[in-house]
């Protein structure tokens, strides 16, 4: 019995990690920071004009290591209608930085680091739940490298 639980563990982990494994995002060079990644990927419109918006460009480019946690632009159309443009003025920018600190944990955590883990401290200061999902959203594409850290492709927007 406890032979088959362990294959049946060793199982999972090696299905699990190859879930992650999968990576229809690239960046064209390694040299590339976490922000050029996602300007190049080309699915992170939204999430680069609320950086942008956020100021947090310069924090983004700077050396790390950082691992974001980043929605799609799909993932950010699931959020109410307004939401986004809402977040974007001037007045609700400390609202803005935080919901973007959430998605970034400081160092750089792989997908196999995540299989192992339950919740993390993001840059925002408070914990999120992490494991095969990272709090209500699905990690649909794995360990997208960056020059100063690693991003990991979310489905859905995290909100602190």
């Known amino acids: 019995m406890k032979t088959l639980i362990k294959g049946a563990l060793v199982c999972f982990v090696v299905v699990a990690t190859a879930a992650f494994s999968f990576q229809p995002y690239s960046s064209t060079s390694t040299a590339d920071d976490i922000v050029d990644v996602a300007v190049n990927a080309g699915s992170f419109e939204t999430l680069v004009a ?59 955590v792989m997908s196999s680091d995540l299989l192992t883990m339950t919740s993390a401290t993001t840059v925002n200061g ?25 991003i990991h492709v979310i489905d859905a927007v995290l909100m602190p």
């Open 50 to 108: 609320a950086v942008t918006a956020a100021d947090l460009v310069a924090t983004l480019k700077s050396e790390g290591p950082f691992t974001v946690f980043a929605p799609t632009d799909e993932a950010f159309a699931k959020l109410p209608e307004g939401t986004v443009a809402n977040l974007l003025k001037p007045e609700n920018k400390d609202q803005l930085v935080s919901i973007l600190t959430y998605h970034v944990v400081a160092g750089k």
């Open 126 to 150: 408070q914990d999120a739940p992490i494991g095969l999902r990272v709090g209500n959203a699905n990690v649909i594409s794995a360990d997208i490298e960056a020059s100063n850290g690693v």
